[in-house]
């Protein structure tokens, strides 16, 4: 069954400002895994990080997660247009690694 | 780099007809899964596989069936197209060594069932 859901469903800024969403997950995981998908097109990976780690980087991405709270998010900082996009969580369930189980999706708009 | 290839990307079928969406991945990826997307529920496993001969039931199965003869190619069969099965499908592959991969998606088929 889907595992993360994703908060909020959706989210309108300015460039320049910070996108924060949220994952929250309901069993043991190996990693969870942030994607992008721009309209009308395939997912793209963006970060994944262990369950043993807390926090990960990668360029304008911050990822954390709580394993004691079942919950992850994401930032991005400096927004830009080009973000525009819906963002998934996705987690790798400890025992079951073979099919990665995704939440809703939040819709990302960012405004010139 | 092909990576990950569906096609056809648009179909439309009429209920009651049987198709096969092709998947085809060159990375020699052990993990192969496919997803149905729908307005407002996200990504729904309906199956997948963890090697050639190997395939599994995920979330939404019924509908729909799969093989995989060759480790490159995972179709997805819809045995008798219903309007409810009108979605946009993706293929996934993500490798099985060493755990902790990321999964490589196609571009998407777009189906509609009249």
């Known amino acids: 069954s889907q595992q993360g859901e994703e908060d909020p469903q959706a989210l309108s800024i300015q460039e320049g400002e910070n996108a924060t969403m949220n994952c929250s997950y309901k069993t043991s995981i190996n990693n969870l895994q942030w994607y992008r998908q721009n309209s009308g097109r395939g997912l793209v990976h963006l970060i994944l990080?262990?369950?043993?780690?807390r926090e990960k980087h990668s360029g304008r991405l911050r990822v954390t997660l709580d394993t004691s709270k079942k919950s992850s998010s994401l930032l991005i900082t400096a927004s830009r247009a080009a973000d525009t996009a819906s963002y998934f969580c996705a987690t790798d369930e400890s025992g079951s690694g073979y099919a990665l189980n995704f939440g809703k999706g939040t819709s990302l708009l960012v405004t010139p | 780099n092909a990576g990950v290839t569906q096609t056809p990307k648009f179909q439309v079928l009429k209920t009651g007809q049987s198709m096969t969406l092709q998947c085809a991945q060159d990375?020699?990826?052990?993990?192969m899964s496919w997803y149905r997307q729908d307005p407002g529920m996200g990504l729904r496993l309906i199956h997948y596989?963890?090697?050639?001969?190997?395939?599994d039931q995920g979330e939404v199965p019924n509908g729909y069936n799969v093989s995989r003869s060759t480790t490159e190619d995972f179709p997805l069969r819809l045995l008798s197209a219903a309007p409810s099965q009108t979605s946009v499908y993706f293929c996934?592959?993500?490798?099985?060594?060493?755990?902790?991969?990321?999964?490589?998606f196609g571009q998407g088929t777009r189906l509609t069932v009249v």
């Open positions: 990375m020699n990826h052990e993990y």
């Open positions: 596989s963890v090697g050639a001969g190997i395939t």
């Open positions: 996934a592959s993500r490798t099985g060594t060493g755990g902790n991969t990321e999964a490589f």
């Open positions: 990080i262990r369950s043993n780690e």
